[in-house]
Structure formats: C-alpha cells, structure tokens
C-alpha cells in the first residue's frame, strides 16, 4: 500500500518531522524524568535508560504505525504519545502510576502491577491506596495546593513493605499526575530484624543456656569425680549447644526471608525433581524413624513459577515434621497432583503421615513462631519450632497456600496449593 | 455497567461518596494497625494516639449519612445508584463500629501490660490480627475494584478466624486457671481477642453489602462446614491475576 521507496528517500525528514512533531512531549517527559529524579532519587542509571528509550521512541521509525502516509504525522504522533509513554513508565524501575484529575488510574507500569496487585486503568486511586497519609497526599495535589509533594508510605499486609511515594503533575495542563513509589523496605527492615532477631534469640536461648549452666556447676561440684555422670552430662550439654546453633541457623534464615519479601519473576521449578531430592536427602532420617516413604505424582511435567531452594527448604521442613512426629505411623504418603479447584489452577504438593495427628485447637497456631503443640516431643525431637513459620514466610512469597487436615489418632496432610499461572 | 447519568455533578455526588467510604477505610485499618502495635509493644502513647483517631470516623459516619440522605432525596436515585448509596450508609456504619472495637483494644493497653503476659499469647493476638485485618483490607480492595466474583475468600477467612479465635480463647483460659493473678489481665486479653474476631466480622458484613451493591443479590450463604477436619490457609494475598 505504502510506497516503499519514497518512504526509504523520506526516512530522514520524518524522522525530522517526527521529533520536531513530538517536542513537546519530548520535554514534558524529560522534565517528569527529572522531576521524578529529584523527588524520588532513583538511580542515575534509570533516568538515563528513560531518556533514551524517549528520544529511541521518537526516532526510530515506528513499525507498527504506518497505514496511511498522507495524514500520516498527526497519526503518528498520537501514536509516538502513546507509545513514548508506556516506554518511559516501563523504564522506570519503580512502581508508576499516572492518573488524571479525578484520581483515575491512567496507566500503571509493571512494577506497579507487581506490587500493587488488582490495579487497572480506570480504576480510582484514592480508593485503592487508603491510608490516610495517602489520601492527604493524593487531595493535596489534586486541588492544586501543591505542584509535588513526597510522603512515606507503609504497607502491612500481606508483606510489610514501606515506600517513599512522590506525587507530581506531568508537564504543563496536561491534567496528568505522576506518582512514584520507592521502596524502602530493606533499610526499614534491618532495623527490625535487628531488633527481632535479638528479642527471639534472647528469649529463646535462656533456656538452654541455663540448663547448661546448671550442669557445669554439678560437674565441677557434685559430680567432679563422677565419670558416668560427666559423660552424660557432657552429652546433654552438646545436644543444647547443637540447638542453640539450629536455632540461630533458623533464625537467621527467617530473617533473611523477611528481607526480601518478593520473589524473584521468571524462575520455574520442577516439583517433581525437588521434591524428589528432598526425599533422598531425608532418606537417613527416615530410615533412622522406620519410617516408609511413599511417591504418588501426577504424570506430566509439574512446574511451577518459584524459587527452588526455597521450595526445597517448604517441603524439606514438612517431611521432616511427618518423619518427627508422625513416626509412629511408620509411613508417609507424598503426592504431586494438578488441582483446578476455584479461579486457580495450580498443584498440589501434600505430605500425609499417620501419627498422633494435631488436635483441633492448635491447627490454627502451630505456624506461630515457636509454637509447638507439644513442648516436651519438640524438644526431644530437636526442634526449634520455626519450621513451620518459615514455611509460611516462603509460601506466602509465592502466593501459595499451605492447609492443615488433621484428626487426632489418624495422622496430619500438609497440602501446599502453588499457582501454575 | 453502570448508566450514564445526564447531570454530572450527581456523578461527582456519588464519587464523593465512594471516595470517603475508602478514606474512612484506610482510617479503620490504620487503628486496627495500631491498637494491635500498641498492644504487643506496650506502648500507651500509641493506644492514647488510636483512642483520639476514632473520632475521625464519628465524623465520617456522621458525613456520609448526611451526604446520602441528601442525594436520595433530591435525586430520587433507582435500581443500582439508590443501591450504591443505601450500601455506602450501610458501609460507613460497620466501619465506625470498627474503629470503636479497635478504640476498645486500645484502652485495654494499659491494663494488660501491667504483668508481663507470656509472649506466645501476644504472637497469637498478632496472628489474629493480621488474618482481621487481611479480611478487612481485601474486602476494602474489592469495593474499589469491585470485583466480586473473587469474594468467596471470605467466607474461608471467616472460619479462620474463628478458628484462631478459639484457639486462643482455650490458652487464655488455661493460663488463668494456672494462676489467680492472671485472671485479670488475661481478661482483658480475652476481649481484645473478641473485639479483633468482631472486626472480622464487621468485615465480612461489608463484603455482603459490597456484593449486593454490585449485583442487587446476597451474597451466596455459607458452605456447609467442614466436618471433624480443620482447615487453615495461609496464603494473605489472594492471586493477583
Ligand atoms: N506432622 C505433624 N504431626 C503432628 N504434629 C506436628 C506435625 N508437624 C508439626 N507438628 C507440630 O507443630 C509444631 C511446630 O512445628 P515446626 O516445624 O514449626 O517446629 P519444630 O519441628 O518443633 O522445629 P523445627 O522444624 O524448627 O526444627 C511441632 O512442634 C509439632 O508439635
Ligand atoms: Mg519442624
């Protein structure tokens, strides 16, 4: 349709016309840049990658658009708008929403999409961010009382998160608003976890540091001559100090968890594999309990978008409780099967056993951190009882879902549902 | 889906409306937040600062019933718009009860924190919380994005909670008979507990109303409960799609 040759001749003054067409938006955007830039400190590299995406966008000959030649520079334009748009949102590497005077969503970016979920276009702002700092936020800009403004917003649920959110109109009457979210969770969260870490680690390192206390006192009074005694002795000592250190390690590795509470996109694992080497590095224990463990996959391959060392670590600490406290069963069922229950499809991964199982009234709690329903069993099997908390830190990461279905004498299943979308 | 109205500034009327339903919203989270925070932490500036916000929501409450009442009557809405404005009367009514259970928990701060209570009992109020507050939040996102077909979630929430509930209740219970001094503080506990569960609820009777502002039905009656098996979920975020 289009003449191609006259179009090669005329590439460079259409690529001349196009800028000179899109100067405007052209400065409008690098001023919201920069603005953003200002208010918000994003990294200098982002910024940079922004403008040239723009000045790309305007340049290069854009493909998609290119019906009609005649009114052809009015049409591209509006297309150049659009596109240049989404371009400069999707380069910045934070959360981004434009909205207009009325407070409706305009266009989020996929940050935005991925930290804020159930935001569309169209959708009112100031219905979707709630707190109260953010409605002062959104009303001060809206009625004009102030052209920018940077608040610090937090998030409680489902994760904490805390952000630095900056508000600005985007060029001049354009009745376009851009706000920025910064994420400032990891310093925040330092400071927790610091503060955490020492309250846990402290309250629950008393008591076996107190009982090895005691026995070093008996054993350079009392039982200073008693070798049977010192023998054992030093035995109970070495089994607290190793769980002093398993607790540590789990500690740790919970806070670690609540450092980064997103996930990294884009990673799929093999279920089957995973849980597969999970069962083989439990082997010992397992036989050590006389315990049998039995597969029951689906066929087909069973991936899902996750963190594999992450999911090793799920149902490593679910089959090591069914090998712990449902020994007496003498064997333990693990199954892989596709589910297709509710909006979400997905796989479920569920380890069965068939010990004392849980009573009722402590299903509810046992993901607590050190919760145990029984403190003695739990001790004698080692735990610490954060197992099941940081199973519930990893799957609420992966917009997972564990359940609980237990009867007292019948044994426990921990199902966990993970999303295949 | 919903009909183009001739007089604009009727739009702007019930937009308003919407608007200080979430503001109201996001004030009853933040004192839930908070009056849970300050009773963990035992902090009685922070139950001093909750105790003060509520009259925030008196006013709103107050605001919007007035707001409604005035553009029923001049408007003569029909169908879906008088829906959407008897909803938001409805609406703004269990959210001011909110803040006052969240007030109540606050005021409790003190009392409790007089003895040292065993922590599991202050994780297990946390975890109450966060399911309430979870119920509260998700349900508030759904009148923004009102997408109601996704509403199912709180009915399992509900039993959650419930759940959790008598969970605690049973520790509490057991702590006091342990010992007479606990008695006290243990019931204040007791009715902080019951206040987050009557959060949930309060939550929940949202969600009703939300549904039937969208759809002019009730929301489906619960499923028959589970038999002896017990069922929690964890997941706080439902799959964002
Ligand atoms: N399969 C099961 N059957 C019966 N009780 C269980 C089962 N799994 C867990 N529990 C109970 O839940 C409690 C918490 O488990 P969790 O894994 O969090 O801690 P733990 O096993 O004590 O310690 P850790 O896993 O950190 O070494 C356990 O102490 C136990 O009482
Ligand atoms: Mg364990």
Redesign the interface.
Known sequence: MADLDAEQKGTAQTMAARLWDSRWLLAAGIVAVLAVYALAGISAYVVLASLLLLLAAAILPATGARQSTGSGAAIEAIGLQRLSGEYLAAAVADPLIIFDR??TIVHANAAA?AAF????PG??L???????E??TLLDGVLSGDVASDVVDYME????ERAYRVSVSSVGHATDLYVLVFKDQSETRRIDRMRADFIANAS?ELRTPLASIAGFIETLRGPARNDAAARDQFLQIMQSQTGRMARLIDDLLSLSRLEMKPYLKPGTEVNLRQTVDSVIDSLGPLASENAVAIERHYADGPLHVPGDRDELFQVFENLLENACKYGQSGGRVVVSIAHSDA???PGIDVTIRDFGPGIP??????I?????RVDVETSRTQKGTGLGLSIV?HI??RH?????????VGNGAAFSV?L?T? | MQSVHIVSAYDEEL?YL??RI??M???A??MV?QAVTALVNADPGLAQKVIRDDTVLDEGQREIDDKAIIIIAKRQPMAADLREIVGTIRISADLERVGDLAKNVAKRVVAVTDGRQP??LF??LE?LS?LA??QL?EV??V???R?V??I?FVRDRDD?ID??Y???F??LLTYMMEDPRNITPCTHLLFCAKNIERIGDHATNIAETIYYIVTGDQLPAERPKGD??????????????
């Not at chain 2, 002896?228 to 799609?241: A, F, G, M, R, Y």
Request: charged fraction near 30%; glycine fraction near 6%; hydrophobic fraction near 30%.
């Open positions: 009325a407070a999409f979920g159930g935001i569309a959708m009112s100031s219905l979707k961010f709630r707190a109260p953010m409605q409680k649920l489902p994760v309250h509710g909006s979400e009722e009234e402590h299903i509810p709690r993901t607590e951190r050190f919760y519930k799957l609420t917009n997972a879902r564990l359940s609980i279905k237990s009867e549902h999303p979308h | 937009k919407s608007k979430a503001a919203g996001g004030h989270e933040r937040e922590t599991s994780r297990g975890a966060n507050l979870t939040k508030l996102d009148y923004a994005s997408s077909e996704k199912g959650q759940a959790m008598t969970s605690l049973r520790e002896k098996t017990d069922k929690i979920s964890l997941s706080e975020t439902q799959p964002v799609k």
